[in-house]
């Protein structure tokens, strides 16, 4: 499957920014099942200092703003032809041994809440990736899928116990479980072509772990199914913070909206 994406980020600043960086993760990983045609990166209002590929190979470009700017548009155009590997990735490469993806952090730091989640699984499963499957079945089912209760700064244990959230939550808590049950596992974030439209309010967001002779394998909590060729990896960490599209850092007074469009089409 052919897919164009058309995506800007803009920031709208209410007073001059004097000095802004931002860590830009927004070009697909070029792998097995995942050909970037093309892929193209445009700034308006600042430039690329360097790029450079991170602990997870993940493409970074580090940006900075034009100094006494009000605002700044990121646009992100390309093409990217995916087959269906019924979510599994293959084995595993990178610079970070397995093991590594088995640590927790600050927004996947397990608590009583998954540990209930976790015992309440059980152990009669006639494999590692059915077990998985209804992981995330359970998280699905314990937390609704709902917009404008968490940010990017809620960890997963918070999210468990409210009850709601969105991707980003339910990838935080698949990787959180996952990693108590002893599997390596790490947050995914990307774009999804969905079916019934072509402008999307964000990015999507899902979850990897990885299985014994199968390697990693993919899993969407929030729409319970495995990704397929609709999905484009562009960035892989321990959780949001490490596979964020864009995050960074400014200096100065004022705040700052941010504006997003972007189109997803076969």
């Not at 209002?45 to 360097?50: I, R």
């Not at 998954?114 to 499963?125: I, N, P, W, Y």
């Not at 599997?183 to 772990?209: C, I, K, N």
Request: net charge negative.
């Amino acid at each position: 499957m052919l897919l164009k994406i058309n995506h800007e980020t803009r920031y709208v600043y209410d007073a001059p920014v004097q000095y802004a960086l931002q860590q830009v993760r927004l070009r697909p990983k070029q792998r097995p099942g995942q050909e970037i045609r093309n892929w193209g990166i445009e700034i308006d209002g600042g430039q690329v200092e360097l790029s450079f590929e991170d602990q997870h190979c993940n493409h970074v470009d580090l940006i900075s703003i034009e100094r006494g700017r009000t605002d700044i548009a990121i646009r992100c155009t390309g093409e990217v032809e995916n087959s269906d590997g019924s979510g599994i990735l293959g084995s595993h490469s990178g610079f970070a041994p397995l093991w590594y993806f088995k640590g927790a952090t600050d927004l996947t730091r397990p608590g009583s809440q998954t540990r209930k989640l976790v015992k309440a699984l059980g152990d009669d499963f006639e494999s590692d990736v059915a077990k998985l499957h209804a992981l995330s079945a359970a998280i699905i089912n314990k937390v609704a899928y709902q917009t404008g209760k968490t940010n990017a700064e809620t960890e997963a244990e918070t999210a468990l116990k409210a009850g709601e959230g969105v991707c980003q939550d339910h990838s935080h808590i698949f990787c959180t479980a996952a990693r108590l049950l002893g599997f390596p596992a790490r947050y995914v974030s990307g774009y999804l072509m969905m079916t019934d439209r072509v402008e999307q309010d964000a990015t999507h967001a899902w979850a990897e772990a990885h299985v014994e002779g199968l390697g990693w394998v993919g899993f969407d909590v929030s729409n319970g199914y495995s990704p397929d060729e609709r999905y484009v990896r562009i960035a892989t960490g321990l959780d949001y913070r490490e596979a964020s599209p864009i995050s960074g850092l400014r200096f100065g007074p004022g705040s700052e909206d941010m504006i997003v469009t972007l189109q997803v089409q076969q």
